[in-house]
């Protein structure tokens, strides 16, 4: 009979703990590079909320912003303080998105409504196994995750941010979007079986951050000799202006020239009037019907350029007239593009070409639009 020899492993020794991470640096920690892009900023601060008996307490929330704010798949964090504590049998905490829209009778034949919740998410924080036996803490934890996505049918969305517009031109129809958070604290009465539920809500806004997938190009002298050193870095849209039928004029082109990645972070005066507009559309379903209204959130500063050496010499035929500007959203813009099913919202730049004595021209007026996205940060490394 053989014998089998087995070789005894080595002994181990666990482990040591892994360290502790921050996003601050440690007091022997030196910063070696960092890029200018979007960078998450770390608050302090809270937010109060009491109702009743019970005080609920964000954490991680900017001290000098009105609402708490939360970002993409954000960690929702606080606690809840409660007075009568003795007789508390269950806390709960509700993550509640909401969509309302109001269309006025001057838009559709009757007046209609829309409201919907597309997010309600339930967490049990505490329960007492017997309220005879169990008086609940006078502080308790909580803490979830902020979903990044809700269903929609068979169809998934990302999470809509907090939006709220009125359109007064439109018999103050108006369209928004909410968040609450609510801890809802359930108490038993000293006389019966019946409870008494003591809920303290918290409007939040949630804002989730984009970013183009690389940095613009920032001019390196004039628009037209960026064209031609950084061809790649620029699209060109064309749309023609055709004359009006009884002339015997040809068509006069318009060629519109926007950053290839297509995301954007008083006019002077010229004849033609150009003029470059962002203009959201904001879509509405309702009663199987899309009613859309439109805002006007950013317009351009054009200014004409001289033309070139070789003008002089170029044939009528070939004669242009160039502008340059930029185009910024207003101050007050801080959501862009979404997608949540029942409510769109979409940005478009508009080209409007004006000519002089437009009345008497033989060009009628041109309207160009081309669909973009606006973003909330620039890129990682810009």
Request: with cysteine.
């Amino acid at each position: 009979m053989s014998c089998l020899h087995c070789s005894v492993l080595p002994a181990y020794t666990p482990s040591s703990a892994a360290p502790c991470y921050s996003l601050e640096l440690g007091s022997c920690e030196h910063l070696l590079e960092q890029g200018r892009g979007a960078r998450t900023r770390v608050f302090t601060g809270t937010h109060i909320q009491k109702s009743g008996p019970d005080t609920v307490v964000l954490t991680d929330q900017d001290s000098n912003a009105e609402l708490p704010t939360y970002g993409w798949n954000a960690f929702i964090a606080g606690f809840v303080g409660m007075e009568e504590r003795e007789r508390v049998s269950l806390i709960e905490l509700r993550i509640k998105g909401k969509m309302e829209g109001v269309v006025s009778e001057c838009i559709i034949s009757e007046r209609g409504s829309v409201s919907k919740t597309f997010l309600d998410e339930c967490y049990t924080v505490w329960a007492a196994r017997c309220v005879c036996e169990e008086t609940c803490p006078s502080n308790v934890l909580f803490s979830a995750n902020l979903p990044s996505t809700f269903r929609e049918g068979n169809v998934s969305h990302p999470l809509p941010p907090s939006y709220n517009a009125t359109f007064g031109e439109f018999g103050n129809s108006s369209v928004k979007v909410s968040y609450t958070i609510s801890v809802i604290v359930t108490r038993t009465r000293k006389v019966s079986f019946i409870s008494r539920k003591n809920t303290t809500s918290v409007i939040f806004n949630y804002r989730p951050r984009t970013w183009p997938g690389r940095p613009i190009q920032y001019p390196v002298s004039d628009f037209l000799t960026d064209i031609k050193v950084m061809p790649e870095e620029w699209r060109q849209i064309t749309a023609a202006g055709l004359p009006r039928p009884n002339s015997t004029l040809g068509a006069i082109y318009m060629h519109l020239f926007i950053p290839t990645i297509q995301f954007l972070p008083d006019p002077a005066a010229a004849e033609p009037t150009i003029e470059v507009t962002l203009l959201r559309q904001t879509l509405l379903d309702l009663n199987s019907h899309r009613e859309p209204f439109h805002q006007v959130i950013g317009r351009a500063t054009l200014l004409s350029t001289p033309p070139g050496a070789s003008s002089a010499v170029e044939p009528a035929s070939s004669a242009s007239l160039d502008w340059e500007g930029e185009l910024r959203s207003k101050p007050d813009v801080d959501v862009g593009s979404f997608d949540a099913g029942a409510f769109k919202v979409q940005d478009f730049i508009v080209v409007d070409v004006v000519p002089p004595a437009c009345s008497k021209s033989q060009f009628p007026c041109l309207r160009h639009s081309y669909l973009n996205r606006l973003v909330t940060d620039s890129a990682p490394d810009e």
